[in-house]
């Protein structure tokens, strides 16, 4: 029989991770944390669409911008994008119209690539090395 001990809840690291990012606009950082398993998939399940393809044939797809959005709100922690008082001075209702309306694309992509990174999925590579082409151009 094999020792599992090392995979019982209490032996292992909580995979929760946070960060802050600081955006220009605001006086304070935006908090993040890493999105459990489960939420991940509560997002996917949100963004699938079912798509008819015929007169009984349905199929699903996945709206990966709806999916990408849906991770962000569940990954940022502070400010609350469930709050009303926060909603009612954007002058918007729910959690993703305020994100849409509060930030811009720049400073969602700044906090996709935080959360990204959070949850593990950003790229291996050193980001301080330059790339192929960046060296070509020097």
Known sequence: ??????????????????????LERFKKPIKLRSVSAEEQQDCQTEATERIRTGKRRYTSELNTIKYSNLMLIAAIQEPNLNSTALQDSWGVNGAYNLMLKMFTPGELTKLRLKMNELNGLADDEDEDEESPTEEAKN
């Open 1 to 22: 029989m094999s020792d599992f001990s090392d995979f019982f809840m209490e032996n292992v690291e909580s995979p929760v991770q946070e960060a802050e990012v600081k």
